[in-house]
């Protein structure tokens, strides 16, 4: 059962190169995708979807298309792709991206991965970068992990589990000032990445002109906004929502909950400003619990159906 389709990162053969663990596909892989949905599910575009979603006459074979996260590389592998067929997809925009000072996750992921040969090199760093700038810190790690330390995640390396463990339960919030730190050290700079990594503010106009619904995000993307207050809240949405709708001059409806979080008073500010439709980001429950909070599927699952 599927009611829409989240996609994140693309990778191509020149611009946005693969690299292993970035959970990424290629246009190739979504042309597989978008096949697939064909022959098996009804491909909505967004107006319509939102209709049946509104009526309750959506149907288990219903599906949509979802990019989140305004990313360049939606831009430049995908939309074109989306034109050939002509096929209208959400993308959901989160506005500090286009700040000054946008958050630092996509930069840390971009950083993680496009800086070093692999991932083990990036943490031979990290873990250098502890001992030598948080050495009371690491005593901690030395003293209290335990080898079973996450044991339940078979898929997990060694590394993995030493780095998880350091950054959760030992570092914390000290953990960005220690990757802004090492990011300092590979001359690593945020202002030159930022623009191969995010849309412009043209590029979402073009969007939305062709015809593709823009929603809300949250202003800052927080990973726990359930965790914020009913008016730090609001403050992310309203932020949101005035960003997004000078851009595209209309009234918004839709959004995507960032990293899948909310709570009572996110449905209550969304409420409030008018929107109606809202999507999460997993299948967990796997049915619409309300309109605002709509069950998606990983491309990358979907990925996994379609080569079994
Ligand atoms: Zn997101």
């Known amino acids: 059962m599927k009611y829409s389709i989240m996609f994140h990162h693309f990778h191509d053969d020149h611009k946005y190169p693969e690299v292993q663990g970035g959970g990424s596909i290629s246009s190739d892989d979504f042309h597989l995708i978008i096949d ?28 949509c298309l979802t990019f989140d996260d305004a990313l360049k590389c939606q831009f430049d592998v995908i939309y074109p792709e989306l034109e050939k067929r002509n096929l209208k997809a959400f993308f959901f925009v989160y ?6 000072n946008p958050p630092p996750l996509e930069f840390f992921r971009d950083f993680r991965l496009n800086f070093f040969n692999n991932v083990n090199e990036y943490y031979d760093l990290f873990f250098n970068a502890v001992r030598r700038l948080y050495p ?3 005593n901690v790690f030395l003293n209290d992990y335990q080898t079973d330390y996450l044991s339940a995640f078979p898929f997990y390396t060694e590394n993995d589990k030493k780095y998880r463990f350091i950054r959760d339960k030992v570092l914390k919030e000290k953990y960005f000032d220690l990757v802004f730190e090492m990011m300092k050290e590979k001359k690593y700079s945020q202002l030159q990445r930022k623009e191969k990594l995010f849309m412009s503010v043209d590029e979402i106009k073009t969007l939305h002109d062709s015809g593709h619904t823009i929603g809300l995000h949250s202003h800052s993307h927080p990973t726990q906004i359930h965790n914020l207050d009913y008016s730090s809240q609001l403050e992310e949405y309203t932020k949101n929502y005035k960003f997004i709708s000078s851009i595209t001059k209309r009234k918004i409806n839709v959004m995507s909950h960032p990293c899948g979080n909310y709570n009572d008073d996110t449905l209550k500010v969304l409420k409030e400003l008018g929107i109606k439709f809202g999507f999460r980001s997993s299948l967990t429950p796997s049915y619409i619990m309300s309109s605002l909070e709509i069950p998606r599927e990983d491309h990358a699952n979907v990925m996994n159906s379609i080569n079994f």
């Open 95 to 100: 506005s500090a991206a286009f700040s000054d």
């Open 136 to 138: 009371q810190q690491y």
């Open 36 to 63: 697939y949905l064909d022959e098996n599910f009804s491909l909505l575009a967004p107006d319509e979807y939102l209709k049946k979603v509104e009526h309750g006459s959506i149907q288990e074979g219903d599906v």
